[in-house]
């Protein structure tokens, strides 16, 4: 590839890649390189615009990473209180088992948040359904920190889904 732009060529402003000289917009970002100055303020409007919503979906993103981080904690807490009552080993290795499953979940959803957060809200249902069947009378105990944690995990998956489309256009993961 040569260094030098030929007479038809040109750099888009914006994301410095060639296009030809009468083209409008850019194909890569869409820059509108050789349209009005109403074209260019909307274009860089609707980045402004896009910038905050992503801005927005990753705290949303974090808190719901820190829910996970938390129900890790309250888990283990959970797990002693349980073993210092009933001295089961059994019931504290699965709670050390889950513990470990969502704080691997969260630091994982650093990377990849949508199927994290998914994983954890699925697993998190799971635990809720497998203890009203265990006992029926746990599904409304603590029912308000259920939904609580729910509506978190279910708030950062959506923005996990946003801003996974908005940086690749997709719809599924």
């Known amino acids: 590839m040569e260094n030098t ?3 038809e060529q040109l750099v888009c402003s914006f994301c410095k890649i060639e296009i030809e000289k009468d083209v409008v917009y850019c194909p890569n970002c869409g820059h509108p390189e050789n349209g009005t100055d109403k074209e260019r303020a909307q274009f ?6 896009q910038k905050n919503k992503n801005i927005d979906a990753g705290q949303k993103i974090k808190s719901a990473r820190n829910t996970l981080f938390v129900l890790s904690s309250l888990v ?5 209180v349980m073993y210092s009552s009933s001295g089961s080993t059994i019931e ?3 709670n050390f088992f889950v513990a470990f499953i969502y704080l691997a979940l969260a630091f994982w959803s650093e990377k990849k948040p949508f199927i994290a957060l998914l994983v954890g809200l699925l697993l998190y249902i799971t635990l809720i359904a497998v203890s009203a069947i265990i006992e029926p009378l746990s599904l409304v105990k603590g029912f308000i920190w259920k939904i609580i944690i729910i509506s978190y995990l279910g708030k950062g998956l959506y923005s996990a889904n946003e801003l996974r489309k908005t940086t690749t256009g ?4």
């Open 76 to 80: 283990i807490v959970f797990g002693f």
């Open 44 to 49: 860089f409007a609707k980045r402004a615009m």
């Open 170 to 173: 997709d719809t599924v993961q």
């Open 92 to 94: 504290l290795a699965m």
């Open 5 to 7: 732009l030929t007479q």
